[in-house]
């Protein structure tokens, strides 16, 4: 994701699809008897998911909001565009899959609740995710709501067009964005002793089918619309990103033959996957 402003104004799924499962889960959130509650996104991107869809429906200030995220241009985009836009928020660097450096102190044990859209199928280890999002809860007691964009003819697609001759050169590293829940027996079962592992309780995890439908299959494909989630079709030839997008989408359909990618009723192209939701305390 190289292009903040492409992605603001092609992120519908993930913005529909973040406030509809906080809707869902903030009756399970407990807030602070002093009203001094903190909170932390992870994987914000440019945070506009998290500040213009999710933080107005608490109907609360916070005592601190912080926007985190790898990506220092991602950032820096947010900060410049949202950060004035919330009290007392931040835009900070954080690697969730940190191994060989510590968590900031300064976020280490200072929040009250974590929430994370679509980043963590993009981390190998989900277990060191897992143990640094505990470590950044309070050490009173915390939760987290997370979503993890777990299962989809979306990484089939991507996977077989890395073994094709045309395609091949700029896919190599097609297996460190392939969310590793994509191919486990049992992903619920695996997270939630994951979770318990790391010291988490009241664990709720589910894998729910979910559908996106695009208005036609010309929408979903249009490069502008794919490009700024994409980790390949920035590295194409422009003159070939039509070609690679019309491949994508034929390959993604024939990964899941049985599903029904069109809409009968309006004749859009639905676009599905399954994703894990996941809700647990401290």
């Not at 565009?81 to 919330?86: A, F, I, L, S, T």
Request: glycine share 4%.
């Amino acid at each position: 994701m190289n292009n903040p402003k492409l992605y603001q104004e092609t992120n519908e799924l993930q913005r529909e699809n973040a406030a509809t499962i906080v809707r869902e889960y903030s009756s399970k959130f407990h807030w602070r008897a002093d009203g001094l509650d903190t909170i932390i996104d992870v994987g914000s991107a440019i945070g506009d998911v998290f500040l213009e869809m999710v933080y107005p429906i608490f109907g609360r200030d916070f005592q601190r909001v912080v926007c985190s995220d790898l990506n220092p241009n991602l950032l820096e985009y947010g900060r410049k565009h949202y950060e004035n836009k919330v009290k007392n928020c931040e835009f900070r660097i954080l690697n969730i899959a940190t191994e060989g450096e510590e968590l900031p102190n300064d976020l280490k044990g200072q929040f009250d609740h974590l929430l994370s859209f679509f980043c963590l199928q993009l981390i190998p280890n989900q277990r060191k995710a897992f143990q640094n999002i505990y470590s950044l809860l309070r050490p009173e007691g915390g939760n987290c709501l997370l979503t993890v964009f777990a299962r989809s003819p979306y990484y089939d697609a991507y996977q077989k067009l890395s073994k094709t001759i045309q395609w091949s050169a700029y896919m190599t590293d097609v297996e460190n964005y392939t969310c590793s829940w994509h191919y486990a027996y049992d992903p619920v079962g695996e997270v939630n002793k994951m979770l318990n592992d790391c010291g988490l309780h009241d664990i709720d995890v589910q894998l729910r089918p979910t559908i996106y439908t695009y208005a036609s299959i010309e929408d979903f494909k249009i490069i502008e619309n794919m490009k700024a989630v994409s980790h390949y079709t920035h590295r194409i030839p422009v003159e070939r990103q039509d070609e690679f997008m019309n491949d994508f989408a034929e390959a993604m359909m024939k990964a899941k033959p049985n599903f029904k990618y069109f809409n009968d009723c309006n004749g859009g192209f639905n676009f599905p996957f399954e994703q894990l939701i996941i809700f647990a305390r401290k």
